[in-house]
C-alpha cells in the first residue's frame, strides 16, 4: 500500500476513539443502573443513575430508549443469577431441601435486590417467565415427594415468595438473617 492511501475500515480496525468512549459510558451506565436499581427498586429515575454513571440523561438514553429497557436490561443480569440457582434446585436429588435451600438463596439475594423483588412480584418483565417454569420444576418435585403440601401451587408459592418479600422491603429491612428467617417461614407454611 502506497503511504497516500487510505486504509479501508474493516472488522479488524482497532475501534475509534468516539466508539470506545460510547461502550465505556455504556458500561458505565450498566454498572450505575445495576446499583442503583438494586438499592432503590424500579422506582430508582433516570437522572439517579445518570448521576451515579457520571453521565447526562441523554448518554443513557442513547443506549436505553425507555426506562423500562434499562429495568428489563438489569433484570436479565439479576436473573441470570436466580436462573443458575433454580436449575441447580431442579436437579437436586432431595426435592425438600432443594426448595428449602433455593428459598433460603432467594431472599438472600432479594434482600440486596431491590429490583428483582419488585419484578418477580409483578408481570411486567418477560425474563421472569423463565425463571417461573424452573421454579415450577423445583415445586413440583417438591409436592411429588410429599416435601410440601399437595394443593400447592405456583400461584400459592409466588404470592407467598412474593408478598413476604415486598412487605420485607416496604419495611427497609435490609438485614439478611431477618429475610433468612422469613424464608425459612414461607417454607414451613408450605409445608
Known amino acids: 500500500m502506497k503511504p497516500s492511501q487510505t486504509p479501508i475500515a474493516t472488522g479488524d480496525q482497532p475501534p475509534s476513539p468516539r466508539r470506545r468512549d460510547a461502550r465505556r459510558n455504556h458500561a458505565r451506565v450498566i454498572a450505575a443502573a445495576v446499583e442503583v436499581f438494586r438499592e432503590n427498586g424500579a422506582r430508582a429515575t433516570v437522572p439517579e443513575i445518570a448521576a451515579r454513571a457520571r453521565v447526562g440523561k441523554a448518554t443513557v438514553y442513547r443506549s436505553f430508549p425507555t426506562k423500562e429497557d434499562l429495568l428489563e436490561s438489569v433484570t436479565r443480569l439479576s436473573l441470570e443469577e436466580l436462573g443458575r440457582r433454580t436449575a441447580t434446585a431442579a436437579r437436586a436429588t432431595d426435592p425438600h431441601k432443594a426448595l428449602s435451600g433455593f428459598v433460603d438463596e432467594l431472599f438472600e439475594l ?58 420485607l422491603i416496604r419495611m427497609d429491612e435490609r438485614d439478611p438473617q431477618v429475610w433468612s428467617r422469613f424464608g425459612a417461614m414461607v417454607i414451613r407454611m408450605l409445608s
Open 110 to 167: 432479594l434482600a440486596r435486590d431491590r429490583l428483582l423483588a419488585d419484578r418477580l412480584a409483578g408481570d411486567a418483565s418477560p425474563a421472569v417467565a423463565v425463571v417461573l417454569e424452573s421454579l415450577t420444576e423445583v415445586m413440583e418435585a417438591a409436592r411429588a415427594a410429599g416435601a410440601i403440601r399437595d394443593d400447592t401451587t405456583l400461584l400459592d408459592l409466588r404470592v407467598i415468595l412474593c408478598g413476604v418479600s415486598l412487605q
